[in-house]
Nanobody
Framework: QVQLVESGGGLVQAGGSLRLSCAAP??????????MGWSRQAPGKERESVAV???????NYVESVKGRFTISRDNAKNMAYLQMNNLTPDDTAVYYC??????????????WGQGTQVTVSS
């Protein structure tokens, strides 16, 4: 079982910034981590994908965070980051890291972290 470890959540005022980090195990071949991404789930809402980044650097964002959030990866360290700027109370949620990893058979499976709470006060 692959464990992803998130860090960096917390409480911040509206307009502030946070940086989330996600660590995948170092013993995984970095080239097998096809995509890494961030999703979030606010109370009473469904989980939504916020940002995704492929191994070769392509990025996609949900419309509501474009221009404010930036996803990045350090493939050498099997790390992903989410820089969140100009946060608003609507960004309050539990943020989850995910990684789609291919096995030696070529089959990809998505793994999730435990989540980190982000709370934005008005």
């Amino acid at each position: 079982q692959v464990q992803l470890v998130e860090s960096g959540g917390g409480l911040v005022q509206a307009g502030g910034s946070l940086r989330l980090s996600c660590a995948a195990p170092q013993n995984i071949f970095s080239g097998s981590i096809n995509t890494m991404g961030w999703s979030r789930q606010a109370p009473g809402k469904e989980r939504e994908s916020v940002a995704v980044m492929t191994y070769d650097g392509r990025r996609n964002y949900v419309e509501s965070v474009k221009g404010r959030f930036t996803i990045s990866r350090d493939n050498a360290k099997n790390m992903a980051y989410l820089q969140m700027n100009n946060l608003t109370p609507d960004d309050t949620a539990v943020y989850y890291c995910s990684a789609a990893i291919s096995s030696t058979t070529g089959r990809a499976q998505t793994y999730w972290g435990q989540g980190t709470q982000v709370t934005v006060s008005s």
